[in-house]
């Protein structure tokens, strides 16, 4: 282009006001744009934070539980059981009810009405069955307090507020006694070992976890190996056809449908057609097998590509057969990144609630769990139940099963990256 | 013997089957080594033979061992209630099911005792026909077992080819594993059309797509004023639009997209490295946290805000509580997705963009966002329809009131809340109440997968422009 048609034009005067303050405002809108990016991600930072700080420190004193001090005389008379009997059975059937009562009123006195946990018999039973000797003795015995006595020593109650749950007699009664030093507030060992209960001090996380355990058992039993094997051949195998195009749509799909559905597969299927019993962790462990498929078949898929072809060829060479070229070098190679993958499926699979909601787990369970077929609840249907609950003692043992709940899910998490790191190989 | 118990002496069975046979194979396999004649006459490796005579002794007598399981059920319960005298007989299905759990609780033990006498009968039957079934299958199933294994190490010889054989049979093995997903999306589909059209025999598809009132009572008695029940899903579509694809797309749409261009453009290698997990970490917490979280946390904060601003009728179940949470949850979405798209655009037109004096945050609103367009919307579809199917949030969040409204401190329901509320209790499954529930689930299953397989595509098409 020759000069002489260029239209004329001054050159910029990039030191003029104007242009100083354009690039002023340009630099300026980038400052705000870089901030506004490190804002979002802050923000996303902090309500982690919050979520898990809010959560934690309700949750902490879930594990704790208040205790009362009891002096109980095991009478006989009282308990209904012949003197000096040492007979585990007749022991067992003793009536410890008023037992308690005699010891409640002897003990804390005539207003001692909602200090005690209606199940603290059980500890004078185990007591009695642990040591025979004891019956006819006196014994200073720590008994689970109730909810309120509980909230109180944590100081969870407001005292000061117009509408709070616990009576001003309870109040009353829990300052004379924590005066009295017959109050200890220490690691709640309920919590750790029984399942649900209707009071919030005898409710235990226990149940449910084992529940999941059962349910997580199924799922790992049915959808790794099924998963493998698919990813095996729809990776190694299969030949491009309409047939193999129909199985990965459906796999894809699959991993994209909402938890719910399957779910309702569940519902409808299992228990519906085949009539399976409802609750049980078989049926759970059934419907998330269903839904981790997917997971595990497309992680598998990736994790047998990565394995270079030069492995496969080198077999072949040596004359390997195509199924012994699989299972003898490739998948060998390929299990740590499956691992990975399974494990991270079952993650998603515990934290799963609503297909398990849909197949009635959300039954109210007061046994732990003993077998695949027995009603069982898992931990997020726990948090759900829980959280459901209006009894203020409720609130904290849902955080402390969140927080039972996050721990299991970080340690499979961090298993996974264990393995990922360990033998992850680059060809 | 239970039959978990009969499954695992099968499973012996073919231990020893396998060992017999490698033993034998193994011997064969040295006399003609020692022998030094060809090696080519003996085919398969010793192994190949234990796996082949394992899987005859194995494959017919588990086969049997499943069916069995299956079936027997029906008929031992069927001789239960048999022995009822005909009158006192259950009627109903309900009844039914709650006679046989006594009965098999009893019978198994788990009960101390029946409240129902003629459970307590019936239990003697069904622990005497279970025992008897336990014992046949116990029979046939060895017996095929070994029938199997006898076959199998008759044809163990030097010229035996077992290997072509185990071979075929572990691709049948991957074939039938591959056609679980089939199985699996074939049982979807079969299971809500087949519940969706009994529901559409009660209540027309009309009605129920475009009906405004959603209550879905259903009678006690026949007679009963309003027994009918109302069956118009908008309300509910209204209520999961405007939670998951509404309020949850205005906190993740801007909070995923800015994270990500943060992220990829501007973070360094290090922050980068320590900021994705957090974004992770946000992905993995289960919903039913975040469904607490927002219950208790959120709920009440939006309600106490709603009040300040003079807002008179706020609900503590509010549709933005919800929403509000769930797109928390879906930013680590959002953001992955915007991430790979920014990533897949060109260096060269980044480049250029910055060669040219643009700023990077021009360079990013002029170039790579309009470039990387069509999959962030990609993305943020798939992130809608995560939404849209989510339960626990809005279940626990929500509320149950079918509002048609705009009013983000009102309470609003969506089909996951619904479909809950309506399978979940005592359920009779012929009545319109329980059977909307496989309709609604249709509903969202076909939407879920319009959206995720356009979306796919969307995303598909855009990655291979730039390839």
Known sequence: MSSATAPLRAPTDWNSAAMQARIRNRYRSERLFRLAGLAALALAGLFLAFLLVSIGSKGLTGFQRTDVKLTVAFDPAVLGVPAGTRQPAVLQSANYQQLLDAAVAASIGPDADGIVSEGAWLKLRDALTENPALLGMRA???????????????????REAEMR?????????????????????????????????????????WGAAKGSLLTLFVTLLISFPVGVLAAIYLEEYATRNRFTDIIEVSINNLAAVPSIIFGLLGLAVFLNFFGMSRSAPLVGGLTLALMTL????????????????????AALGVGASPVQVVFHHVLPLALPGILTGTIIGMARALGETAPLLMIGMRAFVADVPSGLANPATVLPVQIFL?????????????????????????????????????????? | MTLSAITLLILGLGIVAYIAARTRAAAFATTHRAGSREIGQVHSRPNQHGWFVALWALTPALLLVAIWSVVDQGVIDARAIESVPAAQRPTTDLDRQAFLNEVRGVATGELQAAFDPNAERAAVVWRGAKNFSNLVVLGLAAALALAGAAYGLTRVRPDFRARPRVERFVMALLVLASLVAIATTIGIVGSLLFESWRFFTMVSPVEFLTGTVWSPQTAIRADQIGSSGAFGAVPLFWGTIFIGAIIAMIVAIPLGLMSAIYLTQYARPNTRRTMKPLLEVLAGVPTVVYGYFAALTVAPAVRDFALSIGIENASSESALAAGLVMGIMIIPFVSSMADDSINAVPQAMRDGS????????????RVLIPAALPGIVGGVLLAVSRAIGETMIVVMAAGLAANLTANPFESVTTVTTQIVQLLTGDQEFDSPKTLSAFALGLVLFVVTLILNIYALRVVKRYREAYE
């Open chain 1, 294 to 313: 997917p997971v595990i078949v497309i992680s598998g898929r990736i994790a047998i590509k990565s394995v270079p072809p030069s492995i496969r060829d």
């Open chain 2, 354 to 365: 910055l060669a040219m004096g643009a700023t990077t945050s021009e360079t990013i609103r």
């Open chain 1, 140 to 158: 200073d015995l720590w008994v689970p307090a109730t909810s309120d006595v509980d909230l109180l020593a944590k100081g969870i109650v407001d």
């Open chain 1, 386 to 427: 829980w959280s459901d609950d209006v009894q203020r003692g409720f609130v904290e043992k849902t955080s402390a099963a969140i927080i039972v709940l996050l721990v299991f899910l970080m340690l499979m998490n961090g298993i996974a990256i264990y393995l990922r790191n360990k033998f992850e190989r680059r060809w």
């Open chain 1, 165 to 205: 749950s616990v009576s001003d007699r309870v109040i009353r009664e829990y300052d004379r006694l924590q005066a009295a030093g017959v109050l200890r507030t220490g690691l709640n060992t309920t919590f750790l070992s029984m399942a649900d209960s209707t009071d919030p001090e005898l409710a235990g996380i």
